[in-house]
Nanobody
């Protein structure tokens, strides 16, 4: 089982920056794609960014050029650097990790508990 713990959320004025971190712990044969999703009040959870274990990245159009995802495989940690924050970035941000328990094991997924990001004018 893989547990994810996020940190780094908080309050920020529009135009500012925040950096989220998500550390994975537990037993896994491999941790594959990691990513960030967010859910604003009254809206569905949406993808923000993902990164493969080969460092291939994917971003939602709404955050391209402003957010950057990275990972440290030695620490099993994924980061989200958020710059030029906008009011519409306000949401609970969730970390996600796809992992396998063994070499032939089926892909599994874990979610973090979420961290609140609030952007004010």
């Amino acid at each position: 089982q893989v547990q994810l713990v996020e940190s780094g959320g908080g309050f920020m004025q529009a135009g500012g920056s925040l950096r989220l971190s998500c550390a994975a712990s537990g037993s896994a044969f491999s941790i594959d794609t990691m990513g960030w999703y967010r859910q604003a009040p009254g809206k569905q959870r949406e993808l923000v960014a993902t990164i493969s274990n080969g460092d291939s990245t994917n971003y939602a159009d709404s955050v391209k050029g402003r957010f950057a995802i990275s990972r440290d495989n030695a620490k099993n940690t994924v980061y989200l650097q958020m710059n030029s924050l906008k009011l519409e970035d306000t949401a609970v941000y969730y970390c996600y990790a796809a992992w396998a328990a063994s070499a032939l094991g089926r892909p599994l997924g874990s979610w973090g508990q979420g961290t609140q990001v609030t952007v004010s004018s």
